[in-house]
């Protein structure tokens, strides 16, 4: 690092546990770009972004629990993330001399993308479990890529109140039989501890589909992934989803194409060595 080294980083509360730092720096290094990509534990979220300008940081994550009280503080919002109502990331542009600091969500980009590595989104048919903060934005994404989706989730206003904003349909849990897809995707906590050995779906009901996510990564394969693989489904790790998100977030503040490989590698490489101690 030297004075011309340039600052990023992630606001959240806590952020002790974001991998987020392992992936980006791994990138800039790859790149030689002179970068540092650094954790802020943040309580008060409008004094931090007056901080980010103050201070010339180039770009931000933004996690849990500033996705949406963020984004009054910012000049601009891109239209997607205005609908969803989250921001997970900020991007420093510099309009005619004046900083404009503007928020994306880059959460349905990495959902999309991590599934379209095996799926073709358009005209699929997603069965989307949740209606928390994670579902609503990629239930907002697979309607961007031109999926049907039917949203699935234990409290029934929530997700009849998410799927009118989405405009997509719904039912409860125990109607999911109703229903034919060709892709599931998780985005409810079951899976992760306490919840690590129950699966909204049994092996039965995994049979006809092609391809199923868990965007629980910890454990990185859920109780639902291993029905999923013994149903002869093609399987997707939140571990994707976290990767490609952050890429999404890297081409965004670097405007060009990031070291997806490095990335991923490091990323997994750092789940594996936590898992083991
Ligand atoms: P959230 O807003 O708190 O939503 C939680 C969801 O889980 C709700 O739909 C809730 O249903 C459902 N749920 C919780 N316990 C349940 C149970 N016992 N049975 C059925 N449904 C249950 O959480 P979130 O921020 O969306 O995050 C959800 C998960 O995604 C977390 O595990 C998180 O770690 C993971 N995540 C992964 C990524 C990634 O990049 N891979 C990114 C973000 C989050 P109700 O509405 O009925 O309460």
């Not at 690590?196 to 868990?214: A, G, K, W, Y």
Request: charged share 20%; glycine share 8%.
């Amino acid at each position: 690092m030297n004075g011309k080294t340039k600052t990023y980083g992630i606001i959240g509360n806590p952020v002790s546990h974001s991998m987020s730092p392992i992936i980006h720096n791994a990138a800039f290094a790859d790149l030689n770009i002179n970068a540092a990509y650094l954790p802020f534990t943040v309580e008060d979220v409008g004094n931090a972004i007056a901080g980010v300008k103050a201070l010339s940081i180039y770009g931000l994550s933004v996690t849990i629990p500033h996705k949406e009280s963020v984004i009054p503080y910012l000049d601009d919002v891109d239209s997607v993330a205005k609908k969803i109502g989250a921001v997970n990331t900020v991007v420093r542009h510099e309009v005619d001399g004046d900083v404009i600091l503007k928020g994306y969500n880059t959460d349905w980009i990495g959902a999309n993308r991590a599934l379209s590595e095996v799926a073709d989104l358009e005209g699929n048919v997603v069965l989307l479990l949740g209606a928390g903060g994670s579902a609503r934005a990629i239930a907002f994404g697979l309607k961007q890529a031109g999926a049907e989706v039917i949203l699935a989730n234990r409290s029934v206003d929530k997700v009849a109140k998410l799927a009118s904003e989405v405009g997509c349909s719904f039912c409860e849990l125990s109607e999911i039989d109703k229903h034919d897809f060709r892709i599931v995707v998780n985005a409810t906590s079951v899976g992760m501890a306490p919840l690590e050995n129950i699966t909204l779906l049994s092996r039965e009901q995994l049979e006809p589909v092609e391809v199923v996510m868990d965007i629980v990564y910890a454990p990185l394969e859920t109780c639902l992934l291993k029905e999923a693989k013994k149903a002869g489904c093609k399987t997707v790790s939140g571990l994707e989803m976290l990767l490609y998100q952050a890429v999404a977030q890297f081409e965004l503040w670097q405007d060009r194409p990031a070291p997806i490989e490095v990335m991923r590698s490091q990323l997994y490489s750092f789940v594996a060595t936590k898992n083991d101690k």
